[in-house]
């Protein structure tokens, strides 16, 4: 089995690192998308109580509906490639990044933002001094749990034809080819791993921050 | 003769460097109504939770009921002294009957034992068993279930009764009510020793056949209240003391 | 859509209770196990938090990959599966159980300890009933989460409703795709549904009126 892998590597590792590009620009791009819906969505869940219910409900539903079912629905629809991948896991980071945003900004004592009014901050400077820096902690494991669940669901995108490691394993399982299986899961695996540990650790230096300040 | 129930010998405390207590020395006989005063971080709270091990003493020795603590097993000792803190202390997944039984649980007292002393019990404390029993805690009010909380502390029918700071979470009017229950609960039951800490200076006056005036982890005073009045030991007791005068001198330029 | 339910529905229903006794099986073992570890690390704080970090790792692990890489160990289907399902129910369930159980009220432990209860009682009889509404939170939410992703165990020969999804996509057609996941929804429905029956009957009233 390891020559096995090690021969994969001298042989076709420019197809290797062609299925972790692809599964790192999946991964990113719905990334970015789906915080540049979250954020405000979650922002202004945060303030109103309708968006909030909507959000929560959404994400419940969400939840309980397979990743499997969201990837693969939309290829009758679109057909396959890497846009319907895309739809799909922003689809699936949304949850957890408006709900961990609405929950950051609600975590913020209403004590210190009355302080802030009283000091004579506007609205934008009390988001951006107040709010944001307190909430960031927050928002961040919302932006860790939707990187996990985006970097898991881009295994599945090779069923759609959107590439990445997880073909690696659908090859391997299709020809029984033990050595490929095992390339693709632990490269997935370390790759969810690294950037569970990256986030863990922006995470731990912003809080490391804030306390530093006071 | 009177014998000494609680006594303790050269009892200090420490947390790391922090002194709580500091050589500590009373005895308390059978039957006494003794309070406990002193602010927050006077070591009062501490000094009773040493009676029923919860709290282990860094130096000295106490003496229960004749037993050294050190030789007690702390868990059997928990099921004879009874146990009364803040409202809090009822379990809220339990009912009133359930939260009663809990110690004769623990002893394995048969079933109609058990019922009998629930009834017992909250009769003693002026509350309905037939109406109450069912109940759970979050369903009384605050006097009530302190009420149920004392006599959670009764029902194994312990030589030692502990208080800690039991009514500050009730407001003044249903406070007395309570205070006036208690005192008239220790006059039934005469041969049992009530420890009762406060922070409370006239629920310290009222209650105690003796008051331990506690300030800093340091015995100021230990005496009856009559004794305290007219021959306040130190400065801090006249302190104290003089409190109380002057709620009366407020209360007589308003009338 | 009506019509294939129709010509397959003795199929639909066994893949529906395949997928059913796959995530029961190891929300079951999860949980037996979950309750252990906590009766025997609850004291030792660092212990706990290493063993939640642990399978904080695992539950990180794409399923997809989860699965392919017990294959040389145990092999093609249902086992694997569960095996697969229950380490991600094992992470859920500790960490919903262990909050629950420390956000306990330190006064109730303390005047349960002035009542003279020994550490196993205060555990099963304060920390552990106080906790339900947190480890039945905890149970649905592992639920959920193994009824979706158990969908993806149909790659490993392990049946259950993502076989229907897979026929779908090899096949092009919309209805067999949205059976599976009308099918997988519904059945988590129910599940959570006889849950909050059970929790009903298990938590105290007292809990629930404060």
Known sequence: MLAQIIRYFQTSSAEYWGYVGQHLFLSLTSLIIAMLIAFPLGYLGSRNNAVAAFCQTFSQLLRIIPSLALLFILIPIMGAGVIPALIALVVLALPPLVVNTILGFNEVSPVLKEVGLSLGMDQRQLLKQISLPLALPYILNGVKLALVEIISSATLATYIGAGGLGTLIFTGLGLYKMQYVVIGAVSVALLSLLSMFLMDWVIRKVREDDQSNY | ?255 | MIKYWQDNSARMMQLTIEHARMVLIALFIAFLVAIVLIAVFLRKKNWMNSLIYFFSLLYSVPSYAFFALLIPITGLGETTAIIVLAFYNEYVLLRTLITGIREVDPNYIEVARGMGMTQEEIFTKVQLPLSMPAIFSGLQVALASTMAIATIASTISAGGLGDLMFEGLQTGRVVPILWGTILTVALTLVCIVILKLIENLVISDGLEKS
């Open chain 2, 1 to 255: 003769m009177t014998k000494a129930i609680i006594k303790f010998e050269h009892v200090a405390k420490k947390y790391g460097k922090n002194e709580i207590i500091s050589d500590l020395n009373f005895e308390i006989n059978q039957g006494e109504f003794v309070t406990v005063l002193g602010s927050s971080g006077s070591g009062k709270t501490t000094t009773l939770k040493m009676i029923n091990g919860l709290e282990k003493p860094t130096k000295g020795k106490i003496t229960i009921n004749g037993n050294d603590l050190n030789d007690t097993n702390l868990v059997d000792l928990c099921r004879h002294i009874g146990y009364v803190v803040q409202s809090i202390g009822l379990f809220p997944h339990m009912t009133i009957a359930q939260n009663i039984a809990v110690t004769p649980n623990l002893l394995n007292w048969d079933k109609e034992k058990i019922n009998k002393t629930v009834d017992d019990m909250l009769n003693q404390v002026g509350l309905d068993p037939k109406e109450y029993s069912g109940r759970y805690p979050a369903q009384l009010s605050g006097g009530q279930q302190q009420r149920v909380g004392v006599a959670r502390a009764l029902s194994t029918n312990p030589p030692i009764m502990l208080f800690d700071e039991p009514f500050s979470a009730l407001d003044a009017i249903i406070r007395q009510d309570v205070q006036q229950e208690v005192k008239e609960l220790h006059q039934n039951l005469s041969d049992k020793t009530f420890f009762f800490v406060t922070h409370d200076i006239n629920e310290a006056l009222f209650l105690g056949d003796r008051v331990m005036i506690m300030n800093k982890g340091k015995i100021e005073q230990f005496d009856t209240p009559e004794k305290l009045v007219a021959q306040p030991a130190t400065d801090y007791v006249a302190q104290l003391l003089g409190t109380v005068r002057q709620n009366r001198a407020l209360w007589e330029q308003f009338k």
